[in-house]
């Protein structure tokens, strides 16, 4: 088995090893379960491979998987393997790491790489597609670069702090930035806004006034 799956408190870790195939990958997300689970690490071991990734898999990801992704990965990133890291919300990199997409890519997984790098649509992408990790992190195609051997522990603290914050909070944080990134910055910062009016009704946001004037952490329960 290549794709292993564990759970801690609320991340789900999902380890890529060996050759693997699509299919595992995405069954082992979409069983991941909202109520659950509240922030998903992915771990790229530097011997994995997969074998596909389309770009129709990385739009679901990206923009209707409900929970934030975190991809953690040390030494060379190429091919589908990067296309499923560029996919996710948050990627980590060690200092030794690479990232290098296939030299023919499909044009969703180009229209997510020109999101990143903020590419104009009549922009050319730039001819050498492999990133060394300070001019990867310089373009926006990791978040952070962490000292080598350190990636996948600091992208599990990220996730497990992601997944002390209120659920509803984080996915709608999600769907802002998905959807904010195709509308004008005012139409983007109002339609945050609505969002944000949206969780002012919620339990958790009682809670976390709550919390915050008893000095103590909050209890969120995705209500």
């Given at each position: 088995?290549t ?13 890529i090893s060996g050759?693997a195939a699509?299919e595992?990958?995405?069954e082992?997300?979409?069983a ?7 922030a998903?690490?992915v ?5 994995a491979?997969?074998?596909?990734w389309?770009?129709s898999?990385g739009?679901?990801?990206w923009?209707?998987f ?6 953690a990965?040390?030494?060379?990133l ?6 499923l890291a ?9 200092e030794?790491?690479?990232l290098e997409l296939?030299a023919e890519i499909?044009s ?8 990143l790098?903020?590419l ?6 730039p001819s050498?597609q492999r990133w060394?990790p300070?001019?990867a992190?310089?373009?926006g ?10 990636a ?6 990220l996730?497990e702090?992601i997944?002390?914050?209120g659920?509803?909070?984080t ?9 904010g990134l195709?509308?004008?910055?005012e139409?983007a ?7 944000t ?22 209890e969120f329960?995705?209500?």
């Open positions: 088995m794709v292993q799956v564990a759970r801690e408190g609320y991340v789900a870790s999902l380890t050759s699509r595992p990958v995405l082992a997300l979409a991941v379960e909202p109520a659950a689970v509240r998903v690490l771990n790229a071991t530097a011997s491979d997969l074998e596909d389309t770009g898999d739009r679901w990801l923009r209707d409900p929970l934030p992704v975190v991809f990965f040390e030494g060379a190429a091919g589908a393997l990067a296309a560029l996919s996710c919300d948050i990627r980590i990199c060690g030794a790491a690479s296939a499909d969703l997984t180009e229209e997510r790489l020109r999101t790098l903020r104009e649509p009549d922009r050319e992408l050498a060394a300070a001019e992190l310089k373009r195609l990791v978040s952070r670069v962490a000292t080598e051997g350190e996948g522990a600091a992208a599990r603290a996730a702090t997944a002390s914050r659920p509803i909070a996915h709608l944080a999600k769907e802002a930035v998905w959807r195709s509308q004008p910055l139409q910062l109002r339609f945050e806004t609505d969002l009016l949206l969780l002012q009704a919620t339990k958790d946001r009682a809670e976390g006034v709550r919390a915050f004037l008893e000095k103590r952490p909050p329960t995705g209500e």
